[in-house]
């Protein structure tokens, strides 16, 4: 933090200190620090997406969901092509229970860049809370590929299976699951 304010006495006007500040204090857990930089940050150049983003992203580990959204939408409004706001929009909609409308966040994002495990993982979840198992074990399987050692994809897919009444798979998806994370697999 304290090389983020020596940075910010050399140049001032550098918006990018600001966000990188803020993102450290969100991580550090000082929201509302977090959100003084990213205030400024906007101040300053109000079509930076990487500062509504960090806005949102403070609003959504306070589970300010509604008003992340916001956020994120701006961001996403200034540059279509962000994937980290596409997730992070997608998990906001999940936790509002808005899980089509996330399902295209993800959709949007794996377009955007389907290397990352956790956006199939994450589309995944929210297929499974519409009851599309099918495709939510697809998902996982998609996951799974990028990563075969993500021990929740595991375990989730056994959820599908198992709501599928596939139980052996479903039990082989467990067994795995522990094996890779004994400790975290409940």
């Known amino acids: 933090n304290e ?7 050399l140049d001032p006007q550098f ?10 204090l969100n991580d550090l857990g000082r929201s509302q620090e977090a959100i003084e930089c990213y205030d400024k940050a906007i101040e300053m150049e109000s079509d ?6 960090g806005y949102g992203n403070v609003l959504l580990n306070l589970e300010g969901y509604q008003q992340s959204l916001e956020y994120y939408n701006k961001a996403l409004e200034l540059d279509p092509h962000f994937t980290d706001a596409y997730f992070n929009k997608g998990e906001v909609l999940s936790n509002l229970e808005r899980f089509q409308e996330a399902i ?3 959709d949007q994002a794996i377009v955007l860049d389907h290397q990352s495990p956790d ?11 519409l009851e599309h198992f099918p495709q939510a074990i697809q998902s996982y399987d998609n996951a799974l590929q990028l990563d075969p050692h993500h021990a929740h994809a595991h375990f989730n897919k ?3 299976m198992r709501s599928l009444q ?7 998806c467990y067994s795995r699951a522990i094996e890779l994370d004994p400790k975290d697999i409940q």
């Open 166 to 172: 596939q139980f052996q798979q479903a039990i082989d």
């Open 48 to 53: 930076n997406p990487r500062a509504y983003f």
């Open 119 to 129: 956006v199939h993982f994450n589309r995944g979840n929210a297929l499974s809370s």
């Open 15 to 24: 918006v990018e200190t600001y966000i990188g500040k803020g993102k450290t």
């Open 158 to 160: 056994g959820d599908a």
């Open 3 to 9: 090389y983020y304010d020596k940075a910010i006495k």
């Open 104 to 106: 295209e966040c993800y």
